[in-house]
């Protein structure tokens, strides 16, 4: 490769959690002197402002950009996440909790959870969360960054965030525009192709000014300017499968007890989140709108509400499914533009990172090989896939028969790959991750087990340990993980002498 065939200039059209956490990796990685970047925001558009919760993979983006972790939680009004909690998703009235970590002690959770079903047939064991220092640390308000405690469960918590989706895009381009990122504001009216190659050369703004690039990072939301309106790349939908296609979100004012976890509660025709935060609550029913009119989800999201509401409720549309391509061409899809799957397991910023990643490992130069961009592709489609196949699980097993959309949930026709699944776990309680899927085997237990998937039988060598010593490993599980609980700080004095964030005014 010559130096001229590098990549000189990219731009990314849109300036919302992905534009801007493409902007922050791209200038910490690159640096200014390899090749220009250039963001483009519409101040009219606006960014769709939701999606404030994370899974704990996001520690590993703060690391690549060397974020101080307090100054990040501070600036973003945000909190920290042991797990979700699930409220009416079996059944009305049950609860579980997906934790984060690990579940049991000194053993891989998978081989706990199999003498735990041994033990839990003869009625000798408690709750599967009553194992889990996430679930137990979550019911008592209580957490700490994980130190080193030697073998204790202390030096394994793991955790996520909850941050104010405005604040943290404020956040993020503060950091980008330190490291060279020229931000303009305007709106893009339109796209110049190569009359040849079909590739982009330029955007057009209102304004008449016209930016080329040799490479296009769309991140312009549901509408994908580029990747849809210019290239028509296509839409998979999904909507048959993962039905609601609406959300109304509203913040509410916090309340007492900082929750170190997101709560879904499940409603009759879809879900209602609350994430809390440092300075509010944000909250949204996320529902289906052939099952529920629009007028009826706003009621409940306003009743289930734990403070006062602080605006409006605001409605937010969409279609669940994938671009037939995240790269096309000379230009890549990230964020809502790529696709988009509802945050029920909080996947979205996530699958945003693991497209910058996957960019990185990708990175091209002006040939462009469609080997490379078939593979980056690929590998999208898989991790796409997946996720879906891990939320119809939340919906298809149930006990829930209450409503039409539950009734429909429950009878749909699911993916191959899922049923593959549930049958292999209903047999002997077996999982296994499918290659490098972003659901460990632990999430799919947690949940299979929290829907209500009962398997007929445990992993026969179970019975190689004499019952008394499996029930004396469980105690001993169970009284170090309440001790360990017993020594972590409340969520809100961890954050008070940590990263207490100024009051906003
Ligand atoms: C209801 C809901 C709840 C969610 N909750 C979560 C969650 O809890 N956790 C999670 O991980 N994810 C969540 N998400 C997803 C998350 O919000 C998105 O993944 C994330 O915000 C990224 O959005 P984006 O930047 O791709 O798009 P947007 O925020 O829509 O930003 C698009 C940007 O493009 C710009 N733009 C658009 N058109 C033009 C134009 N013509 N010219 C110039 N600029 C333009 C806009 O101005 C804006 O800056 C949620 C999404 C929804 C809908």
Redesign the pocket.
């Known amino acids: 490769m010559t130096e001229d065939n590098r990549i000189k200039k990219i731009v990314i059209?849109?300036?919302?959690?992905?534009?801007w956490m493409s902007a922050a990796a791209l200038s910490k990685v690159l640096k200014s002197r390899y090749c220009e970047i250039q963001l483009?925001?519409?101040e009219e558009?606006?960014?769709?402002?939701?999606?404030?919760?994370?899974i704990p993979q996001i520690q590993v983006f703060n690391k690549l950009l060397d974020l101080d972790e307090d100054e990040f939680v501070r600036k973003t009004q945000g909190t920290f996440k042991l797990g979700i909690q699930f409220v009416n998703w079996k059944q009305i009235g049950h609860k579980y909790f997906h934790a984060f970590g690990d579940v049991g002690k000194d053993m891989d959770a998978i081989q706990f959870y199999h003498y735990w079903l041994k033990m839990v047939k003869k009625g000798k064991a408690l709750d599967l969360g009553e194992y889990t220092i996430s679930n137990v640390a979550s019911d008592r308000g209580k957490f700490m960054r994980p130190f080193d405690a030697g073998n204790s469960p202390l030096s394994n918590i793991a955790y996520a965030f909850h941050f104010d989706?405005g604040l943290y895009a404020r956040f993020l381009r503060e950091y980008s525009e330190t490291r060279g990122v020229i931000r303009t504001a305007?709106?893009?009216m339109g796209t110049q192709l190569n009359p040849d190659t079909g590739f982009i050369e330029s955007v057009i703004l209102e304004s008449g000014e016209k930016v080329s690039a040799d490479f296009f990072i769309d991140?312009?939301?549901?509408?994908g300017?580029l990747i849809e309106q210019a290239l028509h790349t296509g839409y998979e939908d999904w909507s048959h499968w993962l039905p609601c296609d609406s959300?109304w979100?509203v913040p509410c004012e916090s309340v007492a007890n900082l929750t170190p976890y997101t709560r879904s509660t499940a409603h009759a025709a879809g879900w209602q989140?609350r994430?809390p935060l440092q300075h509010r609550i944000g909250n949204?029913h996320?529902f289906s709108s052939k099952f529920m009119s629009e007028e009826d989800a706003k009621k409940i999201l306003l009743n289930n509400l734990d403070g006062k509401a602080l605006a409006d409720p605001r409605m937010?549309k969409?279609v669940t499914g994938k671009r037939r391509k995240f790269w096309n061409k000379n230009c890549l899809a990230?964020?809502?533009?790529s696709g988009?799957m509802e945050?029920l397991e909080?996947?979205?910023?996530?699958l945003?990172q693991s497209a910058i990643g996957r960019l990185m490992t990708f990175f091209p130069n002006k040939s462009f090989a469609q080997e490379d961009i078939d593979e980056f592709n690929n590998q999208a489609h898989f991790e796409f896939d997946r996720i879906r196949d891990f939320l119809i699980l939340h919906y298809k097993v149930t006990n829930r028969n209450d409503s039409e959309f539950w009734r429909y949930c429950r009878n749909m026709e699911i993916p191959d790959s899922l049923t593959q699944k549930i049958e292999q776990f209903k047999r002997n309680g077996r999982i296994f991750r499918t290659s490098n899927e972003m659901f460990s085997d632990l999430s799919w237990l947690e949940v299979m087990h929290g829907q209500g998937l009962q398997p007929e039988g445990y992993h026969a060598l179970v019975d190689v340990m004499h019952e008394e010593e499996i029930l004396n490993k469980m105690e001993s599980v169970k009284r170090v993980i309440d001790k360990s609980v017993d020594y972590m700080p409340s969520h809100e004095q961890f954050i008070a002498e940590n990263c207490k964030a100024e009051k906003m005014t």
């Open positions: 059209i849109g300036g919302g959690t992905s534009g483009i925001e519409s558009i606006g960014s769709v402002g939701v999606g404030e919760a994370t989706a305007g709106t893009v991140c312009s939301g549901f509408r300017l959300a979100a989140w994430i949204g996320v937010l969409f990230i964020g809502l533009a988009f945050p909080s996947t979205s910023i996530h945003v």
